[in-house]
Antibody, heavy 121, light 113 residues
Framework: EVQVVESGGGLVQPGGSLRLSCAAS????????MHWVRQAPGKGLEYVST????????YYANSAKGRFIISRDNSKNTLYLQMGSLRPEDMAVYYC??????????????WGQGTMVTVSS | DIVMTQSPDSLAVSLGERATINCKSS????????????LGWYQQKPGQPPKLLIS???TRESGVPDRFSGSGSGTDFTLTISSLQAEDVAVYFC?????????FGPGTKVDIK
């Protein structure tokens, strides 16, 4: 079964940092682009970041640029999102999603259950 | 950046009736080299992650009931549920993946009348 499972969420103070992880299974991880999407409580979906299958290319939402870093370890089938300078408006459920293809330009085929990030003092 | 809009914000439809959701992008998402629209539709039920229903504007994903269909090209797209079932109550989002940063529409909530 194709599956992605997020972890690493929690409570962090404004200005703090957090690293999210996404463990993938059931597919050849190194063949697919991967994505992060977030959803604030009661709100819609917000695109965060994308990394190409080999990690050479990364892309960010304007809100994440300069503060978040997406990375992957294909030997561990794991995706990461290093978040810094966190703000209250970053509070959300963070979803990891598998791309539909190796091409970064594809729909988001499989989603995890998400991990909650709370930014509060 | 491409901005996505959806209409209506919400709609209530009787069981067995048709539901139509519209999505508009601020720029064309039609990739000329392959004539494909880089537009997806997602369904999100309460307490669940989103689920991909349709990619490339009209390609239904495996296992998605055929009452769901997508149409449109360029900047204007439609998701149609031909005969609404109780399990279709959800929020539906469109998404462009034509250019970075990718973007989602604000969502349309579908309820039973």
């Amino acid at each position: 079964e194709v599956q992605v499972v997020e972890s690493g969420g929690g409570l962090v103070q404004p200005g703090g940092s957090l690293r999210l992880s996404c463990a993938a299974s059931g597919f050849t991880f190194s063949n697919y682009a991967m994505h992060w999407v977030r959803q604030a409580p009661g709100k819609g979906l917000e695109y965060v970041s994308t990394i190409s299958n080999n990690g050479d290319n990364t892309y960010y939402a304007n809100s994440a640029k300069g503060r978040f870093i997406i990375s992957r370890d294909n030997s561990k089938n794991t995706l990461y999102l290093q978040m810094g300078s966190l703000r209250p408006e970053d509070m959300a459920v963070y979803y990891c999603a598998k791309g539909l293809s190796s091409n970064s330009y594809g729909a988001f085929e499989v989603w995890g259950q998400g991990t909650m990030v709370t930014v509060s003092s | 950046d491409i901005v996505m809009t959806q209409s209506p914000d919400s709609l209530a439809v009787s069981l067995g009736e048709r539901a139509t959701i519209n999505c508009k992008s601020s720029q064309s998402v039609l990739y000329s080299s392959n004539n494909k629209n880089y537009l997806g539709w997602y369904q999100q039920k309460p307490g669940q992650p989103p689920k991909l229903l349709i990619s490339r504007a009209s390609t239904r994903e495996s296992g998605v009931p055929d009452r769901f269909s997508g149409s449109g090209s360029g900047t204007d797209f439609t998701l149609t549920i031909s005969s609404l079932q109780a399990e279709d109550v959800a929020v539906y989002f469109c998404q462009q993946y034509y250019s970075f940063p990718f973007a989602f529409g604000p969502g349309t909530k579908v309820d039973i009348k």
